[in-house]
């Protein structure tokens, strides 16, 4: 019935809704256009670099762009592609599986949204603004302190707004799932990709501060003339390794955690077995998030910080695998004896499991010190991160959407397609990332724009390049998968996959109270347990009544409209007295708004319980 | 939730929790807490790294003096004090009570900010120690001055929720929110016995 | 199912098959041809953790063949529900207990060898070499010998060396892959480390971390020669009289306007604390132009005419008064006939063999 009515509106009144939304399905569907479309700049940038390293002192692109290029490929695949595509999943299907009727605080998880969508923007502004940021998306200074033009300003300021969002929407996942689960939720019934966000969001919230104060102090050196990363004044530029991977190696699990809960839920639901192990699986996200911050300086084992350091870090880095692998074994265990069913969702999945060990394992074999002195800031490591970034969030995300988008969008994807995407995207990875392995041991850096003739490299990079092709077919394969689906896709019904947890017992797509009537779970896999005591629907935990909701809300986006043009105020400041204008007006924007909505009652409103019953029949 | 039952005759125990929507800000506050500790624990660290590195410009030894930063330090304190009473209140349903203590941590929040910038026009008037004189200068007003727009923040929060319901009194609605500030207002206390102490105290005996 | 197996297998054999094409890479480039003390201990490691590593990966495959040839449904399958298994605890506890036990393996000799690498109790007693990474080029302060050089690092064979490195700039990273792991090269603190070469021979150095639009082409070379010939060198590099004359008159003239274009403000040659610039002793020795071109008068003429074409973001363009490609050519021809020492990297490679 919604989409009827959502195809009789004007665009107009569709774009203010969405601009305006505090709905946590819309907002999922913004993350995932967000997302997509930094997915496509990071892919294209990709391509770039893969085509210079096709041959030998190859000439595509100058050595100053080729800098910019593999900062923003990094930059926008981990922060503005990987991010927010996890944390549209997230608003898809946590609230839904917790059978709750929205997020604790939707109008922050609107803010969240419009943050990283303008500090996505400001910082692909810089392409055409004098140049993009290229001291690397980890921005080591003191090359990014002493790096001319404006590029890194734009990295600085756009992270900086762009994280301030993801902050926030950690928070709110947090209270969410906290305080909104259904009755008969208790935290030990939680869907895996439920647990695996709230852990997530714990990493989140502890993380990204990190990175807050390493982006200020940065900000400050470059805008303000502060000396902490200037030796001549004493500064010292190994604190912002520090901070950089303080953040940064959380990170790491931020963007793989989601997933592994992703592929959690696919694999049980596909072999049509409860999650082998269901409590080990928990305490092992646990103990990996919680070893994740005690192993940053991994990242740093060339930097000379003594081997008693490096040992340490080594060991703690070590136990990681252990988790890790208890997790590995307790999927296949989970399919053992199942009945498995294979579609592109559980396609990837799959391709997930040999993928990612090869990760895993490469992640052993650098966190032996000695070894990662030849490993470290090579191709080897390039190889390393891109398995398990690739093959584990990348392909997670894959399977998200093709599992959960029938009941984001009423439609299934179409199967035909999604196998030539992931075989295409499959092959292609392994092509592009296998060789690199051996590329990096014999000799090749990382962030090499040219390497020599003559060194022995260049039948590995042509095929390294080949693969990246591959994998850019399997990505437009899968966005006119979209297309097509969108015009001819076959209808989702309510429960597709024969699903096991409570968002599957809700319509395709949900109403947007999500539950009549919030359900009463009875069990881990609530749907299933259901299902299997023949009754194949939940009991409703209360009488059906008047549903209170939240209202929609312009402010977030105006607020960090606000901070985008207080950016370019920061960015310009120190060149042209105008930018002063910029600075104080989008501040006094952003303030603006706040108070507005501090002062302002906003109570939301109430469906009554008759519209309701009519919508029923 | 209708106008009536965010007024009820008689206020719940801890009007603070008494809704969802009080009940997730109260949660979601203390999880922004804890990303704002992991904050200045950056900064900490930072300043412990650099508290050194004074390059030739002044040092904390003959900059700092104990006794404002003791006054500060009593002002901050004392505040911290005056915004328990003011929650007591709020927790009796005494609403002008509860705005009274308010106004007096307002007040010893001035004062703290007042020789807080005292503090930092001395320093750069009588010693030329700037922001940019030093890693060391960086680093000092990196975090005391992180601090002090904290206070900044929450004496502008203060006033507007004040000024906000002077009339209407208290509700479900927003005791959460002058809950809320009280949490903010003790963290910053406890972040400036941290400064106290690694800063000052440090710098003058360490 | 054997389908996509069958096909991943492929393209693991395409790729394994192009590797055995390509070797294990080039010879003194490739850190799979170790040829220097921590090479070695980094290769025994990188060998240890990925023979384990694949036996762990063995394990899992194996698993997950059987699984997907068992336990997927087939056409015409029958749908029935499986038994809902909880866990079980010794499986479990088995796939805990085995990776520690994997893994302390691998633990104890990475601890020991990064101890061992990390050793410097012996430093005085060998050479030190104050290295200094620049962008994009690399400075060698031989410590108590007065000489300097830049780009190539001459070093006796057999002998531990230690290096004291410091960046002038931003952070670089010494990696010279067949002798030695890498060390960063940082801004603010002093990095220690040795090379040990086994063999004689010209080994290829890098730049890894990335340090600016030229970090690729910052590339260096150490030389390890005989001790002999080593001391040779330095007694030849020692007793060098900057201001001799050059044989030829072009060479001259070169000089002359070397001097007249200032190139001596930042230009050492001879020993000199200088290093803005690379220092120029023994240009003629050098295996390449500003570590990537081929030691040739032409190529020398095109990087004094217009450097930034070959390193862009390097800090010699602009410092200097436009030269005629006449100029260029006596500049090069004296740079060129700087050889104050009869051992080479020639001398390296004949005994390579």
Do not use: D, I, N, S
């Given at each position: 019935m919604s989409t009827a009515v959502t195809q009789k509106r004007s665009f107009g009144a569709v774009l203010w809704d969405y601009l305006t939304t505090v709905d946590h399905k819309k907002i999922a569907h913004l993350y995932l256009f967000g997302g997509g479309l930094f997915f496509i700049l990071g892919g294209l940038e990709a391509l770039v670099i893969r085509i210079q390293l096709m041959q030998p002192q190859n000439d595509f692109v100058s050595a100053g762009l080729y800098n910019e290029m593999l900062t923003m490929h990094g930059t926008t695949m981990i922060f503005l592609a990987a991010m927010p595509l996890i944390l549209g999943l997230m608003n898809a299907a946590v609230p839904l599986q917790i059978g709750a009727r929205d997020v604790a605080f939707p109008f922050l998880n609107s803010l969240g949204f419009w943050l990283f969508m303008f500090g996505g923007l400001i910082l692909n502004c810089s392409w055409f603004l004098g140049g993009a940021p290229d001291a690397?998306?980890?921005?080591?200074a003191p090359l990014s302190t002493t790096s001319p033009g404006h590029g890194v300003d734009f990295y600085v300021i756009g992270l900086q707004i762009a994280g301030a969002g993801t902050l926030i929407g950690g928070i709110n996942f947090l209270v969410t799932i906290i305080n909104m689960r259904a009755p008969g939720m208790t935290y030990m019934r939680m869907p895996l990709f439920t647990w695996s966000s709230f852990i997530t969001s714990v990493l989140i919230l502890f993380a990204f501060p990190a990175l807050t104060i390493g982006l200020f102090l940065l900000m400050f050196d470059r805008m303000f003339g502060s000396a902490f990363f200037d030796v001549s004044l004493g500064g010292n530029e190994i604190i912002w390794e520090h901070l950089f991977w303080i953040f940064g190696h959380p990170e790491v699990y931020i963007l793989i955690l989601p997933l592994f809960g992703v592929f959690s839920d696919l694999f049980s639901t596909f072999a049509k077995?409860?999650?082998?192990?269901y409590t080990a699986m928990v305490f092992a996200t646990m103990l990996i998030a919680f070893l994740g911050f005690m192993v940053w300086a991994h990242h740093m084992f060339t930097v000379g910080l003594g081997p008693v350091a490096n040992s340490i870090f080594a060991i703690a880095t070590m136990a990681i695998a252990v988790p890790t692998g208890i997790k590995i074994f307790n999927w296949l265990a989970t399919m053992w004896g199942g009945q498995i069913k294979i579609n592109s969702a559980m396609l990837w999945a799959l391709g997930f499991i040999p993928t990612f060990t090869i990760g895993g394992m490469t992640g052993v074999m650098v966190a032996s010190v000695v070894a990662d002195y030849q490993y470290h800031d090579t191709y080897f490591v390039v190889a390393h991160f891109h398995y398990v970034i690739v093959g584990g969030t990348i392909f997670g995300i894959f399977a998200g959407l093709h599992y959960w988008w029938p009941k984001m969008f009423g439609r299934i994807l179409n199967e035909k397609l999604g196998y030539l995407t992931f075989w295409t995207f499959f092959i292609g990875f392994h092509l592009t990332f296998f060789i690199q392995h051996f590329l990096g041991l014999m000799g090749m850096p990382r962030r090499y724009w040219v390497y020599l003739e003559g060194s022995g490299l260049d039948t590995g990079n042509l095929i390294s390049s080949i693969g990246a092709f591959f994998m850019a077919f399997g990505v437009i394969v899968f966005f006119y998968n979209i297309v097509y689906t969108a015009v001819k896709g076959e209808k989702a019904v309510d429960d597709p996959w024969d699903g096991r947890t409570l968002e599957w017992a809700t319509a395709s797509p949900p109403e947007h109270y999500n539950f009549k009537q919030v359900p009463l779970v009875r069990g881990l896999d609530p749907l299933w347990v259901e299902k299997t005591e023949g009754k194949g629907t939940m009991t409703p935990a209360e009488p059906l009544g008047d549903i209170h909701m939240p209202n929609g809300s312009f402010l977030p986006f105006l607020m960090s409209l606000g901070l985008f043009i207080a950016g370019f105020g920061f960015i310009y400041h120190m060149d042209y007295n105008w930018a002063y204008i910029l600075l104080f007006g989008g501040m006094a924007m952003l303030l603006g708004c706040m108070l507005t909505r501090s002062l302002k009652d906003d109570l939301g409103h109430h469906i009554p319980k008759e519209e309701l019953e009519r919508e029923a029949d | 939730m209708s106008d009536h039952s965010l007024n009820p005759e008689v206020m719940p125990n801890e009007p603070e929790k008494a809704t969802l929507e009080g009940k997730n800000k109260f949660l979601g506050f203390w999880f922004f807490l804890g990303g704002e500790t992991v904050l200045f624990a950056c900064l900490f660290g930072t300043y412990i790294a650099l508290r050194n590195s004074a390059a030739g410009g002044p040092t904390e030894n003959e900059l700092f003096g104990l006794e404002l930063v003791f006054l500060m330090t009593i002002l901050l304190l004392t505040s911290s004090l005056t915004s328990v009473y003011a929650v007591y209140h709020m927790k009796n349903n005494n609403f002008k009570k509860m705005q009274l203590w308010l106004g007096i941590t307002a007040l010893l929040g001035f004062g703290f900010l007042a020789c807080e910038l005292y503090e930092f026009t001395h320093y750069i008037h009588e010693y030329g120690f700037t922001f940019r004189s030093s890693a060391f200068g960086s680093a000092f007003y990196a975090l005391v001055g992180f601090h002090g727009g904290h206070v900044t923040f929450g004496l502008t929060w203060l006033i507007a929720l004040m000024i906000r319901n002077a009339k209407r009194g208290l509700n479900l609605y927003n005791a959460p929110k002058f809950y809320t500030f009280s949490l903010y207002w003790h963290f910053i206390d406890v972040v400036w016995v941290f400064i106290f102490t690694v800063v000052y105290l440090m710098g003058k005996v360490g | 199912m054997k389908g996509w197996m069958g096909k991943s297998r492929i393209f693991f054999l395409l790729s394994l098959l192009a590797l055995l094409l390509a070797g294990c890479g080039k010879e003194n480039l490739s850190a799979l041809k170790p040829e220097g003390y921590g090479a070695e201990t980094s290769m025994d490691l990188i060998i240890l953790t990925a023979v384990i590593m694949l036996f762990v990966f063995a394990v899992v495959l194996l698993v997950y063949t059987i699984v997907l040839v068992r336990f997927r449904k087939k056409k015409g399958d029958k749908e029935f529900v499986p038994k809902q298994v909880e866990g079980n605890k010794t499986l479990e506890t088995i796939w805990t207990i085995i990776p520690i036990v994997l893994l302390l393996i691998i633990a104890v000799p990475t601890v020991i060898a990064t101890f061992d690498l990390a050793d410097k109790s012996q430093a005085e007693e060998h050479l030190n070499v104050e290295v200094t990474g620049n962008q994009y080029w690399w400075h060698f302060n031989y410590e108590g010998k007065k000489i300097q050089t830049s780009q190539d690092l001459y070093i006796p064979v057999g002998e531990k060396v230690y290096l004291n490195m410091k960046s002038s700039d931003v952070i670089h990273s010494f990696w010279v892959p067949s002798i030695s792991g890498k060390m960063d090269v940082n801004p603010t603190n002093v990095n220690t480390m040795f090379i040990k070469a086994n063999e004689e021979g010209v080994y290829y150095g890098k730049?890894?971390?990335?340090?600016?639009?030229s970090h690729s082409l910052m590339d260096f070379k150490v030389i390890a020669v005989s001790q002999e010939e080593f001391d040779q060198w330095v007694n030849d590099m020692q007793n060098v009289d900057p201001k001799a004359k050059p044989g030829s008159t072009v060479a001259q003239e070169g000089k002359t306007l070397f001097q007249e274009n200032n190139c001596m403000g930042c230009h050492a040659i001879g020993s000199s604390p200088a290093q803005v610039a690379p220092n120029l002793t023994n240009f003629g020795d050098r295996t390449k132009i500003a570590g990537v071109l081929e030691p040739t008068k032409e190529n020398l003429v095109k990087w004094i005419m217009d450097p930034e074409s070959i390193k862009e973001g390097n800090k010699m363009t602009g410092k200097y008064p436009d030269v005629s490609k006449e100029e260029a050519g006596k500049i090069a021809e004296y740079l060129m006939q700087l050889q104050p020492s009869d051992i080479t990297p020639e001398d390296a490679k004949e005994n390579n063999k």
């Open positions: 690397g998306w980890t921005a080591y077995k409860r999650l082998f192990g | - | 730049c890894a971390e990335l340090c600016g639009p």
